[in-house]
């Protein structure tokens, strides 16, 4: 399978643990997108990559949050101390940088990590 | 006001009917993306488009750069096509080269 991949599938926790998801890239990609949503909601940005730098973190993301890519590859995204308000979908996605200008590439989404926080 | 606005939120069909989703946005864009997402599924794209209109199957896609309006139509509509269909733009927002702003999706069930 070329795809996204993410790991894990599902994830529950108790409130005041910490977390770590895994994004695994189409290979190529040079470029990694982190994306939460909600039940009923559409998803909403919280960082992104290129290749090993994290060029933007959405306001969204507060100091427990913290997302690494470090050899601009696979990347994690960890919560520390989670809180109810943490439970989400939490989903991936790659695209190839577009280095000739124009529209950009289209991204490819992995399946998402489902968190529970109880 | 989002961003992205879909309608309708909720849309339910007969198997065989043509169906519509509207998406009107209120910033610049680079593309405009329909995705599809089933339950407890990931997010597949279905389009990525930059102007005029582009078909896949019964799947066509169009939209208005001047009025800032994309439809997504369903042709011969199917049971299978029972997803969330979300409506999102993709710019240089804040730095953050080509992130998508999402609409919050229009619910489809297509009955036999």
């Known amino acids: 399978d070329t795809g996204v991949s993410q790991d894990p599938r599902h994830k529950i926790t108790k409130r005041g643990q910490n977390v770590t998801f895994r994004c695994d890239p189409i290979?190529?990609?040079?470029?990694l997108y982190w994306y939460r949503q909600t039940l009923g909601q559409g998803p909403e940005f919280l960082t992104y990559?290129?290749?090993?730098?994290?060029?933007?973190k959405s306001r969204l993301l507060s100091d427990r949050f913290s997302a690494e890519r470090p050899k601009g590859s696979f990347s994690t995204l960890e919560i520390q101390r989670t809180e109810q308000g943490d439970s989400a979908m939490y989903l991936c996605?790659?695209?190839?940088?577009?280095?000739?200008?124009?529209?950009?590439?289209?991204?490819?989404f992995g399946p998402g990590t489902r968190l529970t926080v109880l | 006001k989002n961003e992205v606005e879909q309608s309708p939120q909720n849309l339910t069909a007969q198997e065989g009917e043509f169906i519509t989703i509207n998406c009107s946005y209120s910033?610049?864009?680079?593309?405009l993306h329909w995705l599809q997402q089933h339950p407890g599924g990931g997010i597949v794209s279905l389009f990525m488009l930059s102007s005029g209109k582009k078909k896949h199957g019964r799947l066509i896609a169009t939209i208005n750069i001047q009025e800032k309006h994309s439809s997504l139509h369903i042709t011969a509509s199917h049971p299978r096509d029972s997803a969330v269909y979300i409506c999102a733009v993709s710019g240089n927002y804040g730095g953050a080269t080509n992130k998508l702003i999402f609409g919050t999706g229009t619910l489809l069930a297509v009955q036999p």
């Open positions: 910033v610049g864009i680079s593309a």
């Open positions: 990559f290129q290749n090993e730098a994290q060029l933007e």
């Open positions: 996605a790659s695209s190839l940088a577009n280095l000739a200008g124009g529209p950009g590439n289209e991204q490819f």
């Open positions: 290979s190529e990609h040079n470029r």
